[in-house]
């Protein structure tokens, strides 16, 4: 009555979002010294020291990252040292960030503790 007429299991694109691609997030536990690179979104949960490139990145609040972001949006939960070139920087209530920040947009909510000399991007 049941019989397998063809092979049944998924292909591999079929395991990808739409797009083509889908957030990576970097554990809590997970400490990391180099550099991390993605095309996509990136939530740091984790320790990153070291260099940061992708189209977004998410920085949670018990995230913490020393170092470079270059990235299209920039959303800061957590704490960050270093530098920032970004087009949308948000800084949420619940961040620590000592910074150099090239940036288009800015958006900084009250509670934010934030240091550092930030440049709009001329266009």
Same mark, same amino acid.
């Given at each position: 009555?049941?019989?397998? #007429?063809?092979?049944?299991? =998924?292909?591999? &694109?079929?395991?990808?979002?739409?797009?083509?691609? !889908?957030?990576?997030? =970097?554990? !809590?536990?997970?400490?990391?010294?180099? %550099?991390?690179? &993605?095309?996509? +979104?990136? %939530?740091?949960?984790? /320790?990153?020291?070291?260099?940061?490139? !992708? /189209?977004?990145? #998410?920085?949670?609040?018990?995230? $913490?990252? /020393?170092?470079?972001?270059? +990235?299209?949006?920039?959303?800061? $939960?957590?704490?960050?040292?270093?530098?920032?070139?970004?087009?949308? =920087?948000?800084?949420? +209530?619940?961040?620590? *960030?000592?910074?150099?920040?090239?940036?288009?947009?800015?958006?900084? %909510?009250?509670?934010?503790? *934030?240091?550092?000399?930030?440049?709009?991007? /001329?266009?």
């Amino acid at each position: 009555m049941f019989s397998k #007429t063809h092979d049944q299991t =998924l292909p591999t &694109s079929a395991h990808q979002p739409t797009g083509g691609f !889908a957030k990576s997030v =970097l554990a !809590a536990d997970l400490a990391i010294t180099g %550099e991390v690179i &993605s095309s996509s +979104a990136i %939530e740091v949960l984790g /320790k990153i020291d070291g260099q940061i490139s !992708a /189209k977004s990145l #998410t920085v949670g609040v018990e995230g $913490r990252v /020393k170092g470079s972001i270059s +990235a299209d949006s920039v959303d800061l $939960r957590g704490t960050f040292d270093g530098t920032i070139a970004t087009q949308n =920087l948000s800084l949420r +209530a619940s961040c620590t *960030v000592q910074a150099q920040v090239r940036y288009a947009t800015l958006s900084i %909510e009250s509670g934010a503790v *934030v240091e550092g000399q930030f440049t709009v991007n /001329k266009l």
